[in-house]
């Protein structure tokens, strides 16, 4: 049975479902945002797990003398420091899997918004406009006999993989290592990688090695039919090349789903006809939020209930 003495921190906000089950199951102590630190040294002391939607650096560890495990609100955790919470002997889990047809889904429907210019064409018709200047122009691109280079082949870029088979599309891929369970053609790096195709999907995490990893040598590279979708991190971009990339005509096209400084968008952004912009949404429907929200806590309850969890990262794997 769940230990319901043990004190949950919920820094910041965190989604209902998660909230209403984690408020039955613990302590729980949940904190505004811009002062998820601001508690009493008997409480910070008292706090023995974290549930975080993709924030808890080194030094809100430190302030927390008894924490034993973070439970994380994403797939993606780039905002909770796992290198220094394997240092410090405590755990971190995250939510793979759930949403992984929800983003590869997704990142689908960017791609062709972003080549067919559908969003354009809905507003066109909206507007009034097919009535009264005649049909929408031509779009100059199709996803028709492209070939797709995958920034990251995971769970998530499998299943995006999968997805774009049967659009009789060229599939390549690169990965810090080649992987021998797929037809796809690996490209040794990200310049390969760019070089040899015309459409690139980013779905890599956002980590030190890959800030700003796509730069205007890579966009270069992908030529002036190419087309960049990111629904991986935003820092992983260089946005300010991508602006220009996308002025200038070195790349034909680009879709986002993620920002380099979220919620914020650079204003340089919103008068490219050829970006196709998402509030970072790639996850974001009912069903898949909640399987989300089920599953942070569930690593906390099995956590505490038996020291056992579903989805520990690699940074922080229980040790038997």
Same mark, same amino acid.
């Given at each position: %049975?769940?230990?319901?003495?043990?004190?949950?921190?919920?820094?910041?906000?965190?989604?209902?479902?998660?909230?209403?089950?984690?408020?039955?199951?613990?302590?729980?102590?949940?904190?505004?945002?811009?002062?998820?630190? &601001?508690?009493?040294?008997?409480?910070?002391?008292? $706090? #023995?797990?974290?549930?975080?939607?993709?924030? %808890?650096?080194?030094?809100? %560890?430190?302030?927390?003398?008894?924490?034993?495990?973070?439970?994380?609100?994403?797939?993606?955790? &780039?905002?909770?420091?796992?290198?220094?919470? +394997?240092?410090?002997?405590?755990?971190?889990?995250?939510?793979?899997?759930?949403?992984?047809?929800?983003?590869?889904?997704?990142?689908? +429907? !960017?791609?062709?918004?972003? $080549?067919?210019?559908?969003? !354009?064409?809905?507003?066109?018709?909206?507007? #009034?406009?097919?009535?009264?200047?005649?049909?929408? @122009?031509?779009?100059?691109?199709?996803?028709?006999?492209?070939? $797709?280079?995958?920034?990251? !082949?995971?769970?998530?870029?499998?299943?995006?993989?999968?997805?774009?088979?049967?659009? #009789?599309? *060229?599939?390549?891929?690169?990965? *810090?290592?080649?992987?021998?369970? $797929?037809?796809? &053609?690996?490209? @040794?790096?990200?310049?390969?990688?760019?070089?040899?195709?015309?459409?690139?999907?980013?779905?890599?995490?956002?980590?030190?090695?890959?800030?700003?990893?796509?730069?205007?040598?890579?966009?270069?590279?992908?030529?002036?039919? +190419?087309?960049?979708?990111?629904?991986?991190?935003?820092?992983?971009?260089?946005?300010?090349?991508?602006?220009?990339?996308?002025?200038?005509?070195?790349?034909?096209?680009?879709?986002?789903?993620?920002?380099?400084?979220?919620?914020?968008?650079?204003?340089? %952004?919103?008068?490219? @006809?050829?970006?196709?912009?998402?509030?970072?949404?790639?996850?974001?429907?009912?069903?898949?939020?909640?399987?989300?929200?089920?599953?942070?806590?569930?690593?906390?309850?099995?956590?505490?209930?038996?020291?056992?969890? !579903?989805?520990?990262?690699?940074?922080?794997?229980? *040790?038997?």
């Amino acid at each position: %049975m769940t230990d319901n003495k043990s004190t949950v921190l919920i820094p910041g906000r965190m989604h209902p479902r998660a909230l209403e089950r984690l408020t039955a199951a613990f302590d729980v102590v949940q904190t505004q945002p811009g002062s998820e630190l &601001d508690l009493s040294p008997e409480t910070k002391a008292k $706090v #023995k797990g974290v549930a975080t939607i993709n924030r %808890m650096p080194a030094e809100w %560890m430190d302030q927390l003398p008894n924490l034993q495990v973070v439970s994380n609100f994403g797939v993606g955790y &780039d905002g909770v420091d796992a290198r220094h919470a +394997g240092e410090k002997g405590v755990l971190v889990t995250n939510t793979p899997d759930v949403l992984n047809d929800e983003v590869a889904d997704t990142t689908i +429907g !960017l791609l062709i918004n972003t $080549v067919r210019r559908l969003p !354009l064409a809905e507003t066109y018709l909206r507007e #009034k406009r097919w009535e009264n200047e005649g049909p929408f @122009p031509l779009t100059p691109l199709s996803l028709k006999n492209r070939h $797709v280079g995958l920034l990251g !082949l995971g769970r998530i870029g499998m299943e995006i993989a999968k997805r774009l088979e049967p659009f #009789k599309v *060229r599939i390549s891929y690169h990965t *810090r290592t080649e992987r021998t369970d $797929v037809a796809y &053609d690996y490209a @040794p790096s990200l310049l390969d990688l760019a070089t040899s195709v015309d459409t690139l999907i980013s779905i890599i995490p956002g980590t030190p090695e890959t800030h700003k990893i796509i730069n205007a040598d890579v966009l270069k590279a992908l030529g002036p039919n +190419g087309v960049f979708i990111n629904v991986g991190r935003g820092a992983s971009v260089d946005e300010p090349a991508l602006i220009e990339a996308l002025k200038t005509g070195t790349i034909a096209a680009a879709g986002l789903d993620v920002f380099y400084d979220e919620p914020r968008v650079p204003e340089a %952004m919103f008068d490219l @006809p050829t970006l196709c912009m998402l509030p970072h949404v790639a996850s974001a429907s009912v069903p898949t939020r909640n399987d989300m929200a089920d599953l942070v806590v569930d690593n906390l309850i099995g956590w505490f209930r038996d020291g056992s969890v !579903l989805t520990p990262v690699p940074e922080t794997p229980v *040790r038997k």
